[in-house]
């Protein structure tokens, strides 16, 4: 992991793309037995053999991501299946949500409900997944299915350097970032149970033993803070207005095509996207999110087998 205090990209970042591991063609199943399949590795049935051990290199590194490009001509099921066996090489899934969540417009309002951001086509501003603070994703993954008729471009940045910025030009700054500050809860059932949002408070920056944890969530930081009727401390806002400006300049913008497969690391990449809009007629944007649990725990394992 990069020491978060010295600047590491001389060149501009890009998007890291990596090939659809070639024995995936190999075994992917007949579109008619797709679903079936796709069902069986669901219920965590046997995966084929893959080895990942170059995008699980390119997640753990400085980029923190990586997009792989399964082909378009594929079925929905067999993009599904293939990305299923993909994640499950690099850990778990998780199924808090099921272990795949369909991201579309739903026609909902996120700032007149407690509907996630994911249910809406507005421009989610840049976070890190999962309010939960007792619950964080390794890796946060995107399959695009349909990209959608305008929009909806997706926004990756580095925390580490995000974090090298602030130690730079705002040192002062730094404590705030790592207080902990309540965020909502949007479990359903909680959301106006004070004290379950009072306990949920997380910090911007923190270490565990696997380095940097990062956890962003302006507008539910924001919103968690109004309803216990907290001041919002002048430091904390100047904090998160760094962080929108600093990761505008700085982050990557790039459109998803059908077959894309978007992997992030949750911990060290903030991400967004912007607003889109699906037109009358057009196929509506869907994309496909997951969250792998035991990511760290997967690599030990694999390092020392192959040690
Ligand atoms: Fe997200």
Redesign the pocket.
């Known amino acids: 992991m990069t020491n978060a205090n010295s600047l590491h990209h001389l060149t501009p970042p890009q998007v890291v793309r990596v090939p659809v591991p070639h024995v995936l063609r190999r075994c992917l199943p007949a579109s008619h037995e797709a679903e079936a399949a796709l069902a069986a590795l669901l219920a965590g049935g046997p995966l084929p053999p893959l080895d990942v051990h170059r995008l699980s290199d390119g997640l753990a590194s400085a980029q923190g991501h990586a997009v792989l490009r399964a082909p378009a001509c594929w079925t929905d099921a067999q993009l599904r299946w293939a990305y299923v066996v993909i994640l499950r090489h690099l850990g778990q899934l998780n199924g808090r949500y099921g272990q795949l969540f369909d991201v579309m417009d739903r026609g909902l309002d996120h700032t007149t409900s407690n509907a996630p951001v ?1 249910k809406t086509k507005a421009a ?1 501003g840049m ?1 890190t ?1 999962s309010s939960d603070a007792r619950y964080n994703p390794d890796l ?1 993954a995107l399959l695009c299915l349909k990209p959608g008729a305008s929009g909806g471009q997706s926004i990756l940045a580095s925390a580490e350097d995000l974090l090298a910025r602030l130690r730079q030009s705002h040192p002062e700054l730094e404590p705030i970032a790592r207080r902990p500050f309540p965020r909502e809860v949007v479990t359903p059932g909680l959301q106006d149970h004070r004290a379950a949002i009072e306990a949920n408070a997380i910090p911007v920056f923190a270490e565990d033993e696997y380095g940097l944890v990062f956890r962003y969530m302006r507008y539910w930081t924001e919103r968690a803070m109004a309803k216990l009727e907290m001041e919002v401390p002048a430091d904390l806002t100047r904090l998160f207005d760094f962080i929108d400006a600093d990761t505008a300049e700085h982050a990557l913008r790039f459109s998803l095509q059908r077959g894309d497969m978007l992997i992030a690391h949750n911990r060290t990449v903030v ?1 967004g996207r912007e607003a889109f809009e699906d037109l009358p007629g057009a196929a509506r944007r869907c994309l496909v999110r997951a969250w792998v649990d035991g990511f760290h725990d997967s690599r030990a394992q694999s390092l020392s087998l192959r040690a």
């Open positions: 994911s989610t976070h997944d946060v991400h």
